[in-house]
């Protein structure tokens, strides 16, 4: 290889890594997050009133393809009910509260699994999730 093209293919090999360094940095500001809240629908209307609280220590799980099977995450509600996926890519999701929980003395009044398409760089907050008080 003569000078010349030793210099161009550095220079190709160097615009090469900006671009691929580029694009790394534009797929992780194009994630989004999902939130939403856990509450107790103490007069299982399937709307969140305001005097209804959040569930604490609720596992929120998300998904791929449907709710169940193996999730991607599993986060806690907080103790208002609050819980948040963060740095998701584009793409559609399903989110659901574990199914132990339900099966502990409360039952949904509301969807139990939410199907979602989160855009890229969005910030999704979904419709709460009802539960009944206990033993109701």
């Known amino acids: 290889m003569n000078g010349s093209a030793m210099k161009l293919s550095g220079l190709l090999t160097t615009l090469l890594l900006f671009a691929l360094l580029a694009g ?6 194009e994630t989004g997050s999902i939130t939403g809240n856990v509450y107790c629908d103490k007069d299982k209307n399937g709307t969140c009133d305001c005097e209804e609280g959040g569930l604490a220590g609720i596992d929120i799980q998300i998904f791929t393809r449907h709710c169940g ?4 995450q ?3 509600t907080d103790k208002k009910g609050n819980f948040s996926f963060q740095n998701f890519e584009p793409g ?3 989110i659901m509260a574990d199914l132990d929980y339900v099966c502990g003395g409360r039952v949904p009044t509301t969807a139990r699994c939410q199907q979602v398409k989160l855009a890229a760089g969005e910030a999704l907050v979904l419709p709460p ?3 009944s008080e ?3």
């Open 134 to 136: 206990l033993g109701q």
């Open 92 to 94: 559609a999701y399903f």
């Open 129 to 131: 999730f009802g539960y």
């Open 74 to 76: 599993t986060v806690t």
């Open 69 to 72: 099977g193996t999730p991607l």
């Open 24 to 29: 790394a940095t534009n797929a992780t500001a």
